[in-house]
């Protein structure tokens, strides 16, 4: 004989006047799912947490300005640095392991992320804006364009603009990266700065990739 199956339990009937819908409801779903669009999660659950903790902890979720569009196989891209430095822009230093955290919820391959660290001997707190130096070079050819990718992403100008960012900041980060590279003579950073020194000047002390790329300017890369 067949064993008789179990019927499914019945789900209760509701009423369209028993079911009340939260009035920000169909916002947030809204934001949620245009973020989502343009951030383009490898782990769409993992960056969902996160997109929510943020915003109930009222701080910058994980969401790109815009969408990009990347070749295939590069999972670091431009616009997730962005990400990463609007969520830590405010921090001079950040533990290890938020920053492990953070970028872990953008779905960023974790060899690249200990890479980096070890390229900038960092151990327990990480200097923001160093580490992001660092991180704009793994993903660029050269030294120019990996400052110029930095300058678009610190520069409050709008998006086409000239992507200035301040002098002392500039001369800050270039003399780092600089310094790390190991290929560039003191002498040669110093030349460099002697030449932006008088653009910055005329520039409300402020330099962008216009002054560094300039045919006069010597090269940032010696």
């Not at 670091?76 to 872990?104: F, N, R, Y």
């Amino acid at each position: 004989f067949e064993l008789a199956m179990p019927l499914p339990a019945k789900e209760p009937m509701y009423c369209a006047e028993q079911i009340k819908i939260p009035p920000a409801l169909p916002d947030i779903l809204k934001q949620f799912t245009k973020a989502a669009i343009r951030t383009q999660p490898g782990d769409l659950l993992s960056w969902s947490a996160a997109y929510f903790d943020a915003l109930s902890a009222g701080k910058t979720p994980p969401v790109k300005n815009r969408f990009e569009t990347t070749p295939e196989g590069q999972q670091i891209t431009p616009g997730l640095l962005s990400v990463l430095h609007k969520q830590l822009c405010a921090k001079d230093t950040v533990a290890m392991q938020e920053l492990k955290s953070m970028w872990a919820q953008l779905s960023l391959p974790n060899d690249r992320l200990e890479e980096i660290l070890r390229l900038g001997n960092f151990v327990a707190d990480v200097k923001w804006l160093n580490f992001l130096s660092l991180a704009c070079t793994s993903l660029e050819s050269n030294l120019t364009d990996a400052v110029t990718l930095l300058c678009k992403i610190l520069t409050k100008d709008p998006e086409g603009g000239p992507a200035s960012i301040p002098y002392p900041l500039f001369k800050q980060l270039y003399t780092y990266l600089a310094e790390v590279d190991g290929n560039i003579t003191q002498e040669h950073i110093e030349s460099v700065l002697a030449y932006l020194d008088n653009d910055a000047a005329k520039n409300k002390n402020t330099i962008g990739p216009a002054h560094f790329t300039h045919a006069f300017c010597p090269k940032l890369t010696g």
